[in-house]
């Protein structure tokens, strides 16, 4: 078992930037990769970034350069920054984590990002 808390969203202006946080407890040593999704009003929830236990990362095309993706193992936290906010990124962003022993892994409750313009 996983619990992933979130933490870090908010409202800010375009142009602005956000850290989102997520923190990792439970059977933590058995965490492959870790992901940041997003979910905006009536549609799909896609992914933004990946980060393996190495530290090898991997962007959605939107991103474009304004995001990095971290992660702490050693405190089982990963971070997002987000950079040069646009509207068009306002959504609910979750945390995923891979787990060795179960297909789905575990998600977060969300945090929610607004950006106005």
């Known amino acids: 078992q996983v619990q992933l808390v979130e933490s870090g969203g908010g409202s800010v202006q375009a142009g602005g930037s956000l850290r989102l946080t997520c923190a990792a407890s439970g059977s933590t040593r058995n965490i492959n990769d870790m992901d940041w999704y997003r979910q905006a009003p009536g549609k799909q929830r896609d992914l933004v970034a990946s980060?393996?236990?190495?530290?090898?990362?991997n962007y959605a095309d939107f991103v474009k350069g304004r995001f990095t993706v971290s992660r702490d193992n050693a405190k089982n936290i990963v971070y997002l920054q987000m950079n040069s906010l646009e509207p068009e990124v306002t959504a609910v962003y979750y945390c995923?984590?891979?787990?060795?022993?179960?297909?789905?892994?575990?998600w977060g409750q969300g945090t929610q990002v607004t950006v106005s313009s």
């Open positions: 995923h984590a891979n787990y060795r022993f179960n297909a789905i892994g575990y």
């Open positions: 980060i393996s236990r190495g530290g090898s990362t």
